[in-house]
Each structure stands twice: as C-alpha cells, then as structure tokens.
C-alpha cells in the first residue's frame, strides 16, 4: 500500500468514518464557529481523506483550530462526522515523535490566576500525546 | 436517596464555590451525594479516537465503583459530564473497547455500561421535579432576567448525552423558572465558548465570547448561568463585563436559603 493510501486508510479507522457519506451540502462549515479561522475548512476534510490526500490535510493549520465542539457533528444530515476527522488527523500528528502542538515548557507563561484545571488535561489532551 | 458523586479536578480547585453549593442544595433537597473514593480526572475532553482505550480507564473506573455501590453516578461539571457519558456509551455499545478496557482493568466482574450518569441538573429535572423545587424555593429570585449558557458539552452529540433538544433546550430555563426567576432567550446560548482553545488563542474564544455575551445583553439578560468551569472562565474574559457569570449552583442554593452553609 502507498503512504498516501495508508494514511488515508489511518484516518478512516481512527476516526471510524466513512467519507463516502459526504452529500457535500456544507452545512459543517456553515455552523461550524472556528470556520473563519480555518484554512481547510470542515467540509473540506472529507475530500481530502476521500482523494487519499491526508498529507496535506495533517499540514492544515485547522487541525489546531477546531474545537471539538460537535456542532458540525450534531448538524450533519448525513451523519458524517466531520469533527472526528479532524480529530484524527490531529493523532496522526501528536502521535508521531516530536509532533506535540504543547509543550509542558509553554504552560507557565500561558497561565493566569484565574485559569480552570479543566483548561489544561482539555489542551493537553487533544494537543499533545 | 444515596448517589455516588464524581466532583472532577476543577471542582476541587478553581470551581469549588460549584460543588459547595451543590452540596448544600442536595443536603437541603434531602439527597446524599457521596464522593467516589480515589477518582482520576476524566481528561477534560473525550477522547475522539476510536482506537483510544487508556486515556477512557479513568471514566470506566468511577463508572464501576458507582455500579459496585448500586447507584447511579451523578456529575456537575459539563465536561466530565460529557466524557463520563461517552464512554459509558463506548462501555455498553463498543464491543472492541469494552473488550479491550476490560482486558486491561481485569475487575471482578466486567463493566459494561450498567451504571446511570445523571448531570445534577437532570437529576433536579426528572428525580426531584422543577414542580417541586419551586415549592421548596423559599428565597424565590423574583424579578431577576437571567440567560442560560448551555454550550456544547451537555447537549452534543445530542443521540449519546440525550440531554435536551440540542438546539433548542429548556432545561435550565425551567430551573430558572423554578427559582422564581424568568429566562432569557437567546440565540448563542448552544454556541461554544471556544473551550480549550483560550489556552493558546486567546483571541479567538474572546471573539465568541463577545458574541454570547452581546447576544444574551440584547437580548436583556442580566446575568448568565453555568455549569461548566471552563465557559465561565471564557466568559468571564469578554468584552462585556456588565454581564455577570454565575454557577447555576448558586443561585440554586440562593434560593433554598443554603448559600451561607455552602
């Protein structure tokens, strides 16, 4: 199997979706609040993983601005998933050595008085491995 | 009435006034909530992957200890909420990750997804009844116009945490009623508040902030309520500061005349 299918074929199991479900009506991206932010945007993801073109999906800056907030997920008339790509585009990342987006060396300066504990295992948990 | 009580890292820290006055109220409502013996952190958020086994075991772990005491497991904080539910799902749903987590927890008897997760809002809506609450209000927040803020976590996915209408809840408006006070509806309150990404990009959970906020002002709230440590904490750094933040919690111990004991 080519690297390119491969990592393709990750994504699919990590994320257990099935691209090919995709309608492309867009309504991910219309709902989706980090939308502006991104430069691949939600209903993009799809083809990527469908076109076996994960190498440059696991370059998209989107993967550290998604929110996992399942908006995308919720709305979906096809119950396509598109968080859960992303998201598994993501481990595909911190998963590799040296792919962690935090560091325990940036905590520090990031920190205010006020900061919940849920803030931290939340960003350490989808940005690092 | 004993449950079993999973507080979480946060309210044992930065959100303790959340789980005092949960406590009080449940006292004053006259039901136990008991603390889960060596709870682990839930994580904060659930792990996506399908193939994620370890990073679920603290879940699965306060979700056994719950059914070894026969009862069921009650949550306050959105986000453990969120995770505890979901991976009790996985428990009871996933034949590879209730196979793979028993594997590796070797309990006495498997767990499979026996327990019942209840948010305490749920438990104060279908156990306790807001018909009843209100009889028990004898502090009623009359007069006060407050917008509920749900975000994501207690409603999304909506077919797995089965919370309320995930795009359009009336759960904590009910409450609001139930405390003598009157609801504001408004457009943002099932919006994300950006969550996690406040670690790192400050800019933009603000950007979203400001809209819930602007959005429930217009709107005419006064105050905003929560249950969740981290949208209090986003909020909280938005733009309008004439809107305040409160834990749903304590207005609710307010009410009962419990704030003091809290």
Redesign the interface.
Same mark, same amino acid.
């Given at each position: 199997m080519s690297h390119a299918k491969n990592q393709a074929e990750r994504v699919r199991e990590i994320s257990g979706v099935n691209p090919l479900k995709c309608m492309k009506c867009g309504k991910c991206s219309a709902t989706c609040p980090a939308f502006n932010e991104m430069d691949i945007k939600p209903h993009q993801f799809v083809s990527y993983v469908a076109n076996e073109n994960v190498e440059e999906l696991v370059k998209s800056e989107s993967l550290w601005k998604c929110l996992s907030c399942f908006a995308c997920v919720e709305r979906c008339p096809r119950d396509v998933k598109p968080g859960k790509i992303i998201d598994a585009a993501r481990q595909l990342v911190v998963r590799e050595r040296g792919g962690n987006y935090l560091t325990a060396d940036e905590i520090p300066e990031l920190l205010d008085e006020d900061m919940p504990q849920q803030l931290l295992v939340s960003a350490y948990r989808r940005y690092k491995r | 009435m004993k449950y079993s009580y999973y507080p979480?890292?946060?309210l044992k820290?930065?959100?303790k006034d959340l789980d005092a006055y949960a406590r009080a109220s449940a006292k004053a409502l006259g039901f136990e909530l008991e603390e889960i013996e060596n709870w682990q952190?839930c994580?904060?958020?659930?792990?996506?992957?399908?193939?994620e086994i370890a990073?679920k075991l603290s879940s699965v772990r306060a979700l056994n200890e719950a059914k070894e005491k026969g009862q069921d497991l009650v949550t306050l904080?959105s986000?453990c909420h969120h995770v505890i539910k979901r991976v009790n799902d996985d428990m009871k749903n996933v034949d590879d990750i209730r196979f793979r987590a028993n594997n590796y927890l070797k309990l006495d008897t498997p767990y499979a997804g026996e327990t019942k997760v209840v948010h305490f809002l749920e438990l104060l809506r279908d156990t306790i009844g807001f018909d009843e609450l209100k009889k028990r209000v004898v502090n009623p927040l009359t007069g006060k116009k407050i917008g509920a803020y749900y975000g =994501?976590l207690l409603?999304?996915? *909506?077919g797995i945490l089965a919370f309320d209408d995930?795009e359009n809840p009336k759960i904590i408006e009910d409450f609001i009623r139930a405390i003598g006070a009157t609801p504001v509806i408004y457009p943002y309150r099932n919006? =994300?508040c950006?969550?996690?990404? *406040?670690?790192?990009?400050k800019d933009?959970a603000k950007n979203?902030c400001d809209k819930i906020t602007e959005s429930a002002s217009g709107f005419g709230a006064d105050m905003l309520i929560t249950a969740?440590?981290?949208c209090?904490?986003n909020l909280?750094k938005s733009a309008e500061k004439d809107l305040p933040v409160y834990y749903f919690t304590e207005l609710l111990a307010e009410a009962l005349g419990v704030k003091e004991e809290a």
């Amino acid at each position: 199997m080519s690297h390119a299918k491969n990592q393709a074929e990750r994504v699919r199991e990590i994320s257990g979706v099935n691209p090919l479900k995709c309608m492309k009506c867009g309504k991910c991206s219309a709902t989706c609040p980090a939308f502006n932010e991104m430069d691949i945007k939600p209903h993009q993801f799809v083809s990527y993983v469908a076109n076996e073109n994960v190498e440059e999906l696991v370059k998209s800056e989107s993967l550290w601005k998604c929110l996992s907030c399942f908006a995308c997920v919720e709305r979906c008339p096809r119950d396509v998933k598109p968080g859960k790509i992303i998201d598994a585009a993501r481990q595909l990342v911190v998963r590799e050595r040296g792919g962690n987006y935090l560091t325990a060396d940036e905590i520090p300066e990031l920190l205010d008085e006020d900061m919940p504990q849920q803030l931290l295992v939340s960003a350490y948990r989808r940005y690092k491995r | 009435m004993k449950y079993s009580y999973y507080p979480g890292c946060t309210l044992k820290n930065k959100a303790k006034d959340l789980d005092a006055y949960a406590r009080a109220s449940a006292k004053a409502l006259g039901f136990e909530l008991e603390e889960i013996e060596n709870w682990q952190c839930c994580g904060g958020v659930y792990p996506l992957g399908s193939d994620e086994i370890a990073t679920k075991l603290s879940s699965v772990r306060a979700l056994n200890e719950a059914k070894e005491k026969g009862q069921d497991l009650v949550t306050l904080c959105s986000a453990c909420h969120h995770v505890i539910k979901r991976v009790n799902d996985d428990m009871k749903n996933v034949d590879d990750i209730r196979f793979r987590a028993n594997n590796y927890l070797k309990l006495d008897t498997p767990y499979a997804g026996e327990t019942k997760v209840v948010h305490f809002l749920e438990l104060l809506r279908d156990t306790i009844g807001f018909d009843e609450l209100k009889k028990r209000v004898v502090n009623p927040l009359t007069g006060k116009k407050i917008g509920a803020y749900y975000g =994501c976590l207690l409603l999304r996915p *909506s077919g797995i945490l089965a919370f309320d209408d995930p795009e359009n809840p009336k759960i904590i408006e009910d409450f609001i009623r139930a405390i003598g006070a009157t609801p504001v509806i408004y457009p943002y309150r099932n919006e =994300c508040c950006g969550g996690y990404i *406040s670690l790192k990009e400050k800019d933009m959970a603000k950007n979203m902030c400001d809209k819930i906020t602007e959005s429930a002002s217009g709107f005419g709230a006064d105050m905003l309520i929560t249950a969740c440590p981290l949208c209090m904490y986003n909020l909280n750094k938005s733009a309008e500061k004439d809107l305040p933040v409160y834990y749903f919690t304590e207005l609710l111990a307010e009410a009962l005349g419990v704030k003091e004991e809290a």
